[in-house]
């Protein structure tokens, strides 16, 4: 009975041991330490950033972007046969109206170029030079530079072959059909045609060397040349005084290279074709130094020789 009075009280006070432990032994067998003197740190989490409220714009709008003009398919490359623009009244005596006879034979290229004036499938590369030691005595002197900037003007106006691009030609006697041209005027060695402003005295020498006479005061083409006579440059259309010549005969010739031969008047009253010889007579059309007429339509007339 002793014994077994001992062994309960002995187990009493176990539970009671327990008891005064607060709970559980710590399973990892690891007694927990007394509570930290110091309170938790705690981080909040921070204060939300607010910023003003973006102003209300307008969607950006896709910028325009310009359409790219059109690049010349080719580059014209050829020999025109050699011809003149012949048969009017006996010219002058040299010297006579004034105009420098002769030069020294040689010529000056016009320096730089442009870039490519008009949209047309064939590219015109041409180049413009001045005889050298022309005596221009009270005549207007005509430099290179301005040579080049009279050419440039003609062969870029409205009304000129440019124009072809909006309105391609269609010639049957020359075998042309939905032709256009662009053209460029450079200064290198790199040209479809070159055209050479010259005096009387060295435009018949040239000229008659391929077999046309232009008797001192016509004009004359052949090969990658076009010889601009300076008599008529100076002097302009007999009874025409107000008539644009510079163009009538850039436009002209240029239209000989570009594969043209002569046209004749198509009807009285009607505006000639730039490829009929009006220099030399009218036959009823009237005075016309482009080749389009403001409608876009190509001016033409039955074919004749060149």
């Keep these: 009975m002793l014994g077994t009075r001992v062994r309960l009280t002995l187990a009493s006070v176990m539970v009671l041991g327990l008891a005064a432990c607060g709970g559980h032994p710590d399973p990892a067998g690891v007694a927990a330490g007394p509570p930290s003197s110091e309170a938790p740190v705690t981080s909040s989490p921070p204060a939300p950033v607010t910023s003003p409220p973006a102003s209300p714009s307008a969607s950006p709008k896709p910028s325009a972007s310009k359409k790219p003009a059109p690049k010349p398919s080719s580059t014209l490359k050829k020999q025109v046969a050699a011809g003149g623009d012949t048969g009017g009244a006996k010219p002058p005596a040299p010297g006579g109206d004034g105009v420098p006879a002769t030069g020294a034979g040689t010529f000056t290229?016009?320096?730089?170029?442009?870039?490519?004036?008009?949209?047309?499938?064939?590219?015109?590369?041409?180049?413009?030079?001045?005889?050298?030691?022309?005596?221009?005595?009270?005549?207007?002197?005509?430099?290179?530079?301005?040579?080049?900037?009279?050419?440039?003007?003609?062969?870029?106006?409205?009304?000129?072959?440019?124009?072809?691009?909006?309105?391609?030609?269609?010639?049957?006697?020359?075998?042309?059909?939905?032709?256009?041209?662009?053209?460029?005027?450079?200064?290198?060695?790199?040209?479809?045609?070159?055209?050479?402003?010259?005096?009387?005295?060295?435009?018949?020498?040239?000229?008659?060397?391929?077999?046309?006479?232009?008797?001192?005061?016509?004009?004359?083409?052949?090969?990658?040349?076009?010889?601009?006579?300076?008599?008529?440059?100076?002097?302009?259309?007999?009874?025409?005084?107000?008539?644009?010549?510079?163009?009538?005969?850039?436009?002209?010739?240029?239209?000989?290279?570009?594969?043209?031969?002569?046209?004749?008047?198509?009807?009285?009253?009607?505006?000639?074709?730039?490829?009929?010889?009006?220099?030399i007579a009218l036959n009823g059309c009237t005075i016309n130094s482009f080749p389009f007429t403001t409608e876009g339509t190509f001016v033409q007339g039955p074919w004749a020789p060149s």
């Design 109 to 279: 290229v016009a320096g730089g170029g442009t870039g490519i004036v008009g949209t047309g499938a064939t590219l015109v590369k041409y180049r413009v030079e001045v005889e050298n030691g022309i005596q221009w005595g009270s005549n207007p002197v005509w430099t290179t530079d301005k040579t080049a900037a009279e050419v440039e003007r003609a062969l870029g106006a409205q009304l000129g072959w440019t124009m072809s691009a909006e309105h391609p030609v269609t010639y049957a006697p020359n075998k042309l059909t939905d032709a256009s041209w662009s053209f460029q005027r450079v200064s290198g060695e790199d040209y479809s045609v070159r055209l050479r402003l010259a005096t009387p005295g060295t435009v018949d020498k040239l000229c008659a060397s391929v077999g046309v006479s232009t008797q001192g005061i016509y004009s004359c083409r052949y090969g990658q040349t076009i010889l601009l006579n300076l008599r008529r440059w100076l002097k302009g259309i007999d009874g025409a005084p107000g008539v644009d010549f510079h163009a009538n005969t850039v436009n002209h010739e240029m239209g000989h290279f570009l594969g043209f031969d002569h046209m004749k008047c198509p009807g009285s009253g009607q505006p000639a074709p730039i490829m009929q010889t009006q220099t």
